[in-house]
Nanobody, 124 residues
Framework: QVQLVESGGGLVQAGGSLRLSCAASGRTFGSYDMGWFRQASGKERVFVAFINWSGGITDYVDSVKGRFTISRDNAKNTVYLQMNSLKPEDTAVYYC?????????????????WGQGTQVTVSS
């Protein structure tokens, strides 16, 4: 069983930055491939970013490329999402999750062990 706790969300003006953290329990965190997803009010949860166990492979949805950076510190059992140049359309609840290792890494159905989410609100 893995427990994930997201933090770092908040209210920020457009153009600002936030860094989200996802702290995981478990001794085998370093073997997990991780993803970040977001869900805007009234919309479906969608893929944002992916990082493999070593941090050597990352992937992003097109709308955040060049603005967001996913990283991890396996010694701290934590995955990060650095978000720069934030836009109002980035407003959502952000979730981290563990990829099962099969299927597509941008498909939420291929993920287990979701956190409770952290709210990000970007004002215009």
């Amino acid at each position: 069983q893995v427990q994930l706790v997201e933090s770092g969300g908040g209210l920020v003006q457009a153009g600002g930055s936030l860094r989200l953290s996802c702290a995981a329990s478990g001794r085998t965190f370093g073997s997990y491939d991780m993803g970040w997803f977001r869900q805007a009010s009234g919309k479906e949860r969608v893929f944002v970013a992916f990082i493999n166990w070593s941090g050597g492979i990352t992937d992003y949805v097109d709308s955040v490329k060049g603005r967001f950076t996913i990283s991890r510190d396996n010694a701290k059992n934590t995955v990060y999402l650095q978000m720069n140049s934030l836009k109002p359309e980035d407003t959502a609840v952000y979730y981290c999750a563990v990829w099962r290792g099969i299927g597509s890494s941008d498909n939420q159905l291929e993920y287990d062990y979701w956190g409770q989410g952290t709210q990000v609100t970007v004002s215009s």
